[in-house]
C-alpha cells in the first residue's frame, strides 16, 4: 500500500479521524507527533501502540515528531485516570525527560524529539489566560467523556487537571505554527485532547491540522495490555531485560497474538495470515510476536540474548548452564544455608513453586521436577553445593513453565 493510512486501517490501528480528507493530506510527506508523558524514566509496552504509529509514518516518508511532556507532566494527563497522578518534582521529571529523549534518539533514529516545556514553560498564568484560555469554553471541556466521567466520581477532578486539555490543545497549535506539524495521533482516550488542540488552532486561524487515535491495548480477558503480576512491561532494558519483555510477549494468549502481531510488528499481513494457519503448534505465533517486537526495541542483540536465555532455562535443555548464560535473568536470593542441604521437595514448597510437600513428591514421581534442567527421580533428593552452577546460582522447575532460578548469597 502506498498510503500509510491505508496500511495503518489494514492493520487495526485506526479508532478514529477527525477527516477523511487525511488520507489525501498524507500522499504529501507531513510532520506527525505523539505525546509521552514522562512519569517515569522507561516508557512501557502500551505505550508501543503510539511508537509504532510514528515508526510507520517515517516508513512513508514522513518525520515523526515524538512530544515529550516536561511541561504538562508536573499536573499528569487525566484521561483514563479515575484518581489524580501523584504530582512529580521538576528535578525528576527533567531527569525522565532526558531519558526518553535518549530512547526515541535510538528507537526512532530519524524523529525530531520536542519538549513542550521549551514553549510552555515561556508563559506566565496571566498570559496564558488571556492569550490561549479565552478561546476555551467551559460546555465542550466538561462535556469531554475524561472529564464527565471524573467530576461525576467520588474522587472529582482539580482545577489543575481540568485545565490539562488547554496545554495539549496548545502544543498543537504551537508545533503546527513553529514547526509545520499537522496531525497529532494517539489513544482512543486522547480523542478530546486532539479535537480541542484542532479547535483552537481554527480559532487562531491556523492552517488545516487532522487527528488520528488507535485503540488502546487490552486483552480479550479485558485486562490492560502491557501491565504484569509484578507491575508495568518496562521497554528500558534497564528496568526489564530483553528475556522478561521475550517471555511476557510469549505467554500472550492465542486470542490476542494475531491482533498484536499487526500492531506491534512491521510483518506484511499476508505473512501474519500465514501465521495464523499455523497457529496448531503451541506457541508458534507468539514466538515470532515476541521475536519481532524484542529486535525493534532492543536489537538483534536483545533478540538473541533473550533466546538464548530462554532455552538454556528449558526443562530437559543440553544447553551449557553458567553463571554468564543466567546473570541477567530475574532471580530469587537466598543464603547458602537456606538451600544446601535442603531437600529438593521442601525448597520448591518454601518457594511457593508446589502447594505442598507432598505434591512436591507427587509432581517428583511424575517426572515432571527438574534441578538445573535435569530431572529428579529421587522424592528425597538433597541439593549438594556441587549442584550449584558457578558455586552461584540454582535452577528449579516445577513443571515445564513454572521456574524458579535462585542466586546463593
Keep these: 500500500m502506498k498510503n500509510v493510512i491505508e496500511t495503518l486501517a489494514a492493520r487495526g490501528f485506526i479508532d478514529q479521524m477527525t477527516s477523511y480528507e487525511l488520507k489525501q493530506h498524507v500522499l504529501q510527506p507531513i510532520r506527525v507527533y505523539v505525546g509521552f508523558d514522562p512519569t517515569a524514566d522507561s516508557l512501557h509496552l502500551g505505550n508501543l501502540v503510539g511508537i509504532m504509529g510514528l515508526a510507520w509514518f517515517q516508513k512513508f516518508g514522513h518525520t515523526a515528531v515524538p512530544l515529550l511532556g516536561g511541561a504538562t507532566g508536573l499536573i499528569g494527563d487525566p484521561s483514563g485516570k479515575s484518581l489524580e497522578r501523584p504530582l512529580l518534582d521538576e528535578k525528576t521529571l527533567v531527569y525522565n525527560v532526558d531519558k526518553l529523549e535518549t530512547f526515541f534518539q535510538t528507537i526512532l533514529p530519524q524523529c525530531k524529539v520536542?519538549?513542550?516545556q521549551q514553549w510552555i514553560g515561556q508563559f506566565s498564568l496571566i498570559d496564558f489566560l488571556r492569550d490561549v484560555g479565552k478561546h476555551f469554553r467551559i460546555g465542550p471541556m466538561l462535556a469531554k467523556e475524561s472529564v464527565r466521567a471524573r467530576v461525576q466520581s467520588e474522587e472529582g477532578m482539580s482545577f489543575t487537571e481540568f485545565t490539562y486539555q488547554t496545554l495539549q490543545g496548545y502544543d498543537f497549535y504551537y508545533l503546527n505554527k513553529h514547526q509545520g506539524v499537522t496531525l497529532q495521533m494517539?489513544?482512543?482516550?486522547?480523542?478530546?485532547?486532539?479535537?480541542?488542540?484542532?479547535?483552537?488552532n481554527r480559532k487562531l486561524g491556523g492552517t488545516p491540522i487532522y487527528g488520528l487515535t488507535f485503540p488502546?491495548?487490552?486483552?480479550?480477558?479485558?485486562?490492560k495490555f502491557g501491565k504484569s503480576e509484578e507491575g508495568a512491561i518496562w521497554l528500558s532494558k534497564e528496568k526489564l531485560s530483553p528475556y522478561q519483555l521475550y517471555q511476557y510477549l510469549f505467554r500472550v494468549p492465542d486470542a490476542d497474538v494475531i491482533r498484536l502481531l499487526?500492531?506491534?510488528?512491521f510483518l506484511d499481513l499476508a505473512e501474519i495470515a500465514e501465521i495464523e494457519k499455523q497457529m496448531h503448534t503451541p506457541n508458534s505465533a507468539q514466538k515470532r510476536l515476541a521475536e519481532e517486537v524484542v529486535r525493534f526495541v532492543h536489537g538483534e542483540e536483545g533478540v538473541q540474548s533473550a533466546i538464548q536465555e530462554t532455552n538454556a532455562i528449558k526443562p530437559g535443555s543440553d544447553t551449557e548452564l553458567s553463571a554468564d548464560v543466567l546473570k541477567n535473568l530475574p532471580h530469587t536470593t537466598l543464603a547458602r544455608g537456606d538451600v544446601v542441604g535442603q531437600k529438593f521437595s521442601d525448597l520448591v514448597t518454601h518457594l511457593g513453586m508446589t502447594p505442598s510437600k507432598s505434591e512436591?513428591?507427587?509432581?517428583?514421581?511424575?517426572?515432571?521436577?527438574y534441578l538445573n534442567n535435569a530431572r529428579i527421580n529421587d522424592v528425597a533428593f538433597i541439593i549438594a553445593e556441587t549442584d550449584l552452577i558457578d558455586d552461584t546460582y540454582?535452577?528449579?522447575?516445577?513443571?515445564?513453565?513454572?521456574k524458579n532460578l535462585i542466586k546463593i548469597v
Design 114 to 116: 520536542v519538549n513542550n
Design 186 to 200: 494517539g489513544g482512543s482516550d486522547q480523542w478530546g485532547n486532539i479535537t480541542a488542540g484542532i479547535e483552537l
Design 216 to 223: 488502546l491495548l487490552t486483552r480479550s480477558d479485558g485486562k
Design 262 to 265: 499487526k500492531m506491534l510488528t
Design 360 to 369: 512436591a513428591a507427587r509432581l517428583i514421581k511424575n517426572g515432571g521436577a
Design 394 to 402: 540454582l535452577l528449579l522447575s516445577t513443571g515445564k513453565k513454572n
